[in-house]
């Protein structure tokens, strides 16, 4: 069981443990498949297996320095925090994914990979400042928290939520088909009025879905679509207000 924490964990970011011979570092290993999606007459998309692609899988982030950061939660998050303000989001997917292999546990760390199963050992309040980091940095546009709220109004579906996100493009083909955008260079690393909604971070889908449906599944984020949707629903509510009620003092007693 994983014991790391962002306010326990040492910062192994100057120092990251060699990934596995042959293996690029990624959260999960298994065997990697190729998708192609078609829409069928009714406009339902139909996932049929082809021959593998490349995956999300990143290298890990390194530096020339040799100077450990002390293990306070502000400072295990500084990098992150960094790169997120400076819009460097290609750095920052790295990054975060560093930080969940590091919070998973030594064996995660050892393997340099995440099993799906380690996920529920990551703490609740540290994939949460994880999470709002990026939905501060990107005008509520990237985060765990938005992809969970798109993937329930997937139904939960995948593949539509893989299309809403753009992680999948439509081929120029007769028959209305998707696929697997090709890593890194299709995917989307700036922020503009065109980027879909949930597009970062990535998580190593390709591999398998287990493992993102553990992360959006995680506790952390279970009550944030409802605190996001009640947020949005009273900015809507003062601005739909007519102007001679702020001319009255609200009573909230009870």
Not at 173 to 188: G, H, M, S
Request: aromatic content about 10%; proline content about 7%.
């Amino acid at each position: 069981m994983a014991t790391n924490s962002l306010q326990s964990l040492n910062y192994r970011h100057h120092n990251p443990p060699p990934p596995p011979p042959g293996r690029r570092q990624s959260f999960d290993c298994t065997p990697p498949v190729s998708f192609s999606v078609k829409l069928n007459n009714n406009n339902n998309p139909t996932l049929s297996i082809s021959s593998a692609v490349k995956t999300f899988s990143l290298p890990s982030t390194t530096s020339s320095s040799a100077t450990s950061s002390t293990s306070d939660q502000s400072t295990t998050v500084d990098q992150l925090q960094r790169l997120l303000s400076a819009k460097d989001f290609r750095e920052a997917d790295n990054e975060t994914r560093r930080l969940l292999i590091a919070l998973a546990g030594e064996a995660a760390q050892k393997r340099g990979y995440v099993f799906f199963s380690e996920v529920q050992f990551i703490p609740e309040s540290d994939l949460q400042t994880i999470d709002e980091l990026w939905r501060n940095h990107s005008n509520n546009k990237f985060g765990y928290s938005v992809q969970k709220r798109l993937w329930e109004k997937s139904n939960r579906d995948f593949t539509t939520f893989f299309i809403k996100v753009g992680w999948m493009k439509k081929l120029d083909t007769e028959v209305l088909q998707y696929n697997y955008r090709a890593f890194p260079d299709e995917f989307v690393w700036e922020l503009t009025d065109e980027t879909p909604e949930g597009h970062l971070p990535l998580t190593n889908a390709l591999r398998g879905t287990q493992l993102l449906k553990s992360v959006l599944s995680h506790p952390a984020f279970a009550d944030k679509e409802d605190a996001i949707e009640e947020e949005e629903e009273k900015q809507e509510e003062s601005q739909q207000q007519p102007l001679g009620k702020g001319m009255f003092k609200p009573d909230y007693s009870f």
